[in-house]
């Protein structure tokens, strides 16, 4: 699995003009399954992900989590972080998993994220969404989670 994590002061994920999720301060979570990921890795990456120190404490250093700081999470589908822009000028997408897979492994990472945390938003799989953010840092952390 992929994923882009941006710490944000707010964010919002809008879909024909109606907003489907919001958070304050805290973490948007771009998300993008691979052809052959599994609930199981979708758990292993969630556990990073709320675990990971990206927020300042009181010294400015970078060593709280999102659970720490009680922020807020958007997790936002996104087969567009599996791009191949290796060939060509239009990006090759193949990496993605096939919709099925994709929107079943997206549904089992927010309900688990529900679960184990607070403030969880969300966008619409397969949906033309807007994504309003402010960056905060600006920090922008890419991960990829494999088994």
Same mark, same amino acid.
């Given at each position: ?22 958070? $304050? ?7 993008? +399954? ?6 199981? *890795?979708?758990?292993? =990456? /969630? !556990? ?39 060939? $060509? ?7 993605? +998993? ?6 079943? *492994?997206?549904?089992? =990472? /927010? !309900? ?36």
């Amino acid at each position: 699995m992929i994923a882009l994590l941006q710490r944000v002061s707010e964010a919002r994920v809008e879909v024909a003009g109606r907003v489907t999720g919001q958070i $304050g301060p805290g973490l948007l979570m771009l998300v993008c +399954a691979e052809p052959g990921d599994t609930e199981a *890795l979708a758990d292993k =990456l /969630l !556990a990073k992900v709320l675990k990971l120190r990206v927020f300042s404490d009181e010294a400015g250093k970078m060593n709280r989590s999102v659970q720490d700081v009680a922020g807020g999470l958007l997790i936002v589908s996104q087969f567009t972080l599996a791009a191949d822009t290796s060939g $060509g000028n239009r990006p090759s997408f193949t990496g993605a +998993a096939p919709a099925e897979l994709g929107r079943r *492994l997206y549904e089992h =990472l /927010l !309900a688990a994220a529900r679960r184990q945390h607070g403030e969880v938003g969300a966008g619409e799989f397969g949906a033309d969404m807007q994504v309003h953010l402010v960056n905060n840092g600006p920090v922008t952390i890419p991960m990829r989670m494999s088994a």
